[in-house]
């Protein structure tokens, strides 16, 4: 069978090298110079291709069906264990760290690209790259995929184009364009694993700065996501990944919104108050600003001191009830929200194909027999930490391998 691949990313390597290996004929086209570019980026540069909680039972994935994702994922032959052992069938080794992150042992994110390219040349994949499909177009039982180079003849389709997310490494909304034509809806799209834009009056002195937190976004009060983390400030908000996790609350909950930070996560507020007791006395003839040296950051501790209100004053003129304002700010430092940052620096699409129209079974299309759609493209996202990645392996892996009417 002669099967097309749209898109030489994370899922449209691993169609192509599941189709190959089951003897199919498979080129796979690529819009950039390479294949896996985006792939480079990820975990900084290091890759976090997966996570050991990434079976989707513990760690919810989004979209209007979350169930869609986590019933694909929880198979045996798709889960984390069976992608760990697919890659070090590829010749990858990893390692696990916190949060259950694991990472090429190599700390490359090129040994990851390395390694799917070298499977696809050993499959006998045609890989052409810069090379952009402009539509498909069902002809009978097969396909025409037309490119700016000419047109292709397909017996199947993967559609594997990824996202409109991280337009600088190739974030498009060609793969939305293209099942359009044939028929597909997809939900709204919204950047998620983003950074928030905040008011700045108080990040902007913190910038570069990084901190352990737990964070949060309410509206009118109610917490609508909440995780603890790492955060960065940013001159526009903040940053960091628990950020990142809660983003997609922010990117989708409308006005109203504001980013609370508990700078000292688990600990009560009256041991905090306690503390800062401890330390008026130890610290009376400083400024109030320098109350919570070594505790926090020098910068984050002066900033929390001055938007509580003191700043020169010294420590020990403190009376209780200044005490208590800065433990309900160091415990509820809020700042509005005011967005979040656009396509251009989120790493992830939230929403996509609407995955009713797709077989949960095999990936094909119940709308055009032959048709498949895997990873980013379809409206499934999960949080940050390789949830992401390992949909894209797992989704990638069950296009290629039912790839004609349930033929398996």
Request: proline residues 4%.
């Amino acid at each position: 069978m002669k099967v097309c691949i749209v898109g030489g990313g994370a899922a449209g390597m691993a169609a192509a090298i599941t189709a190959a290996q089951r003897g199919h004929q498979v080129v796979l086209l690529e819009r950039q110079a390479r294949v896996g570019r985006k792939l480079l980026s990820t975990g900084n540069g290091r890759c976090n291709l997966t996570n050991l909680h990434a079976d989707g039972s513990t760690v919810p994935y989004h979209g209007e069906d979350p169930a869609f994702a986590r019933d694909i994922l929880a198979r045996p032959e798709l889960n984390v264990a069976s992608t760990l052992s697919w890659f070090a069938s590829l010749g990858l080794r990893t390692v696990a760290e916190d949060g259950g992150r694991f990472y090429p042992w190599s700390n490359m994110a090129g040994s990851v690209v390395d390694v799917l390219r070298f499977a696809l040349d050993r499959c006998g994949v045609t890989v052409r790259t810069s090379c952009t499909v402009t539509g498909v177009r069902a002809r009978g039982s097969a396909f025409s995929i037309m490119t700016e180079d000419g047109d292709l003849f397909a017996d199947a389709v993967i559609l594997a184009a990824g996202g409109a997310a991280g337009a600088k490494v190739g974030g498009v909304m060609d793969g939305y364009r293209i099942a359009k034509g044939l028929g597909h809806h997809r939900t709204a799209l919204f950047p998620a694993i983003v950074q928030l834009r905040t008011d700045p009056t108080w990040p902007r002195s913190l910038k570069g700065v990084k901190a352990q937190a737990d964070v949060a976004i309410l509206r009118r009060g109610e917490v609508l996501a909440r995780r603890c983390g790492e955060i960065l400030f940013t001159e526009y908000g903040v940053s960091g990944p628990a950020v990142f996790d809660v983003s997609r609350a922010a990117s989708l909950g409308g006005d109203g919104l504001v980013c609370r930070l508990d700078l000292l996560p688990g600990q009560d507020e009256a041991v905090t108050f306690a503390d800062l007791a401890q330390r008026r006395e130890r610290m009376a003839p400083q400024e109030s600003q320098l109350l919570l040296t070594g505790l926090l950051h020098p910068r984050l501790g002066q900033t929390v001191c001055r938007a509580a209100g003191f700043t020169t004053r010294p420590a020990g003129e403190l009376s209780d009830d200044d005490l208590l304002q800065i433990a309900q700010r160091l415990h509820r430092f809020d700042l509005p929200v005011l967005g979040v940052c656009g396509f251009d620096q989120a790493q992830v699409t939230a929403g996509g194909l609407r995955t009713d129209e797709f077989d949960p079974q095999t990936l094909e299309s119940r709308i055009v027999p032959g048709f498949y759609a895997c990873g980013e493209v379809l409206d499934v996202d999960g949080d940050c930490g390789g949830f992401n990645l390992q949909w894209a392996w797992s989704s990638g892996r069950l296009a290629g391998e039912l790839l004609s009417n349930g033929e398996g």
